[in-house]
Nanobody, 124 residues
Framework: QVQLVESGGGLVQAGGSLRVSCAAS????????VGWFRQVPGKEREFVAA????????YYANSVKGRFTISRDNAKNSVYLQMNSLKPEDTAVYYC?????????????????WGQGTQVTVSS
């Protein structure tokens, strides 16, 4: 069983930066594709970025491409999402999730484990 815990959310001004982290635990927790999603009230969960188990492949939603960077440190069983040039429309609860297969863009239905989410708020 894989457990995921997000951290690092908070309040930042537009144009600022924030890094959120996803710590994984459990049996071979890090040997999976890890994705970041975000959700605002009343809307569906939206794919943001994903990284392969080796870190050699990444994939981004068009809305964050060039501003966000996903990375992982398997020695620490952690995946990170560095968010730069933040915009008010990036405000959401950010979730990390694990998937068995590299199928992009990653769909929430393909993820078998989720963290509890961390709030990111970008003020204008």
């Amino acid at each position: 069983q894989v457990q995921l815990v997000e951290s690092g959310g908070g309040l930042v001004q537009a144009g600022g930066s924030l890094r959120v982290s996803c710590a994984a635990s459990g049996h071979t927790a890090i040997d999976y594709v890890v994705g970041w999603f975000r959700q605002v009230p009343g809307k569906e969960r939206e794919f943001v970025a994903a990284i392969s188990w080796s870190g050699g492949s990444t994939y981004y939603a068009n809305s964050v491409k060039g501003r966000f960077t996903i990375s992982r440190d398997n020695a620490k069983n952690s995946v990170y999402l560095q968010m730069n040039s933040l915009k008010p429309e990036d405000t959401a609860v950010y979730y990390c999730a694990a998937a068995s297969r590299w199928t992009m863009p990653l769909s929430p239905s393909r993820c078998f484990a989720w963290g509890q989410g961390t709030q990111v708020t970008v003020s204008s």
